[in-house]
């Protein structure tokens, strides 16, 4: 359903070497390309990630565009407008662009139920560059399914929005569980809160834990929600909640460095083995196991990026045991061993950007 040329703005490979950095002498721009019936949030959301990210010498990281089909005044979904200085040229720039819902994404209207982009649109579209990384917040996806970014890939939507998704665009494969996904150079996130993870998981992989964490900070935010948890969908229940496994989890956090069992912690929580797994997927996503070895590789990233420890030490903390299971579970994970993941965030507080991890 892609419209012609539009499929073409995006590499196998990923995102383009540097990035993070935006190329030769200036930041990563990140270009925000918003709509009539835009939600303001989710375009405030981008500003305020983005522009918190600073350096160890506290210089920003990314310079931030707001651009429109056309310069001017656009509507949102409210009962005031924004006025945008920058028009499509800006796309043509940008080494990230970041595409929000609109609310005629969420109605009956031709364009979307048709699954096809407007003209003017598709050729905004097309001046975005090859190699460039585009990610869309809640319903945005349907610009980018519509636009064939998304085939062959994972991607989600907002939980509303699922039915008429998957009727318009089965070439993508949607999961309509989690809060994000990362396909490399196309990246989704299903509603407004995981805009936020979405952004502070591409600040993470732009500049390491550390930086991803300050901006957190300064936001008042979590620091990390994995891409696997799910979404928050009421659904029936066969019976009552009268427990969570929260408490599981984060004692699991406090003792990552040694051997833990799905007997020890479904014992935490008072529970047998079968419930406790069945309601830690429910609430988390994912299994307790692969939680876990999230949690443990997180922890080794922040240790290569913020200590001195060998990596012998790091494995140990981290839980994995030895030196040769780290690096199976990074190599897996990121693709890079050890020391080439110590090498590029080492320097990312300068902003070296991304392009060693995905070397």
Not at 205 to 215: E, F, Y
């Amino acid at each position: 359903m892609g419209v012609g040329g539009v499929s073409g703005v995006t590499g196998v490979s990923g995102v383009v070497e540097g990035a993070a950095e935006g190329g030769e002498g200036r930041r990563h721009r990140v270009a925000v390309l918003v709509r009539d019936g835009m939600l303001p949030i989710e375009v405030g959301i981008v500003h305020r990630i983005f522009g918190e990210a600073r350096s160890a010498a506290g210089e920003p990281l990314y310079e931030l565009v707001t651009c429109a089909l056309r310069p001017g005044e656009v509507r949102t979904d409210t009962d005031f407008t924004v006025n945008v200085a920058h028009g499509p040229e800006a796309l043509a720039e940008a080494d990230t662009v970041v595409v929000p819902a609109a609310n005629a994404d969420y109605g009956p209207g031709e364009e979307q139920c048709a699954g096809r982009l407007g003209a003017e649109l598709a050729d905004a579209l097309r001046r975005i560059r090859p190699g460039t990384r585009v990610a869309s917040i809640c319903t945005g996806a349907f610009v980018l399914a519509a636009a064939g970014l998304l085939d062959g890939r994972r991607a989600t939507t907002h939980w509303r929005s699922v039915d008429d998704f998957r009727r318009l665009f089965p070439a993508v494969e949607l999961d309509a569980e989690v809060l994000y996904t990362d396909e490399g150079d196309v990246l989704t996130a299903a509603g407004v809160a995981s805009g936020i993870d979405l952004c502070l998981h591409m600040v993470r992989c732009d500049h390491g834990a550390a930086v991803a964490n300050d901006v957190a900070r300064r936001t008042v935010v979590p620091p990390h929600r994995e891409g696997g948890q799910a979404q928050y969908i009421r659904r029936p229940m066969a019976e009552p909640q009268v427990s969570s496994t929260g408490a599981a989890r984060a004692w699991a956090l406090e003792h990552l460095d040694r051997p833990l069992s799905l007997r020890e912690l479904a014992a935490r929580e008072a529970m047998s083995v079968r419930t406790f797994t069945r309601r830690f997927r429910e609430e988390v996503g994912v299994s307790p196991l692969q939680w876990l070895t999230q949690q443990r590789i997180e922890r080794a990233r922040q240790l290569l990026e913020e200590t001195e420890l060998t990596v012998d030490r790091i494995a140990a903390e981290a839980g994995f045991g030895t030196a040769a299971s780290l690096r199976a579970h990074l190599q897996s994970a990121l693709g890079v061993s050890p020391r080439a993941y110590r090498s590029t965030f080492r320097g990312a507080g300068a902003g070296s950007g991304r392009g060693g991890l995905v070397a």
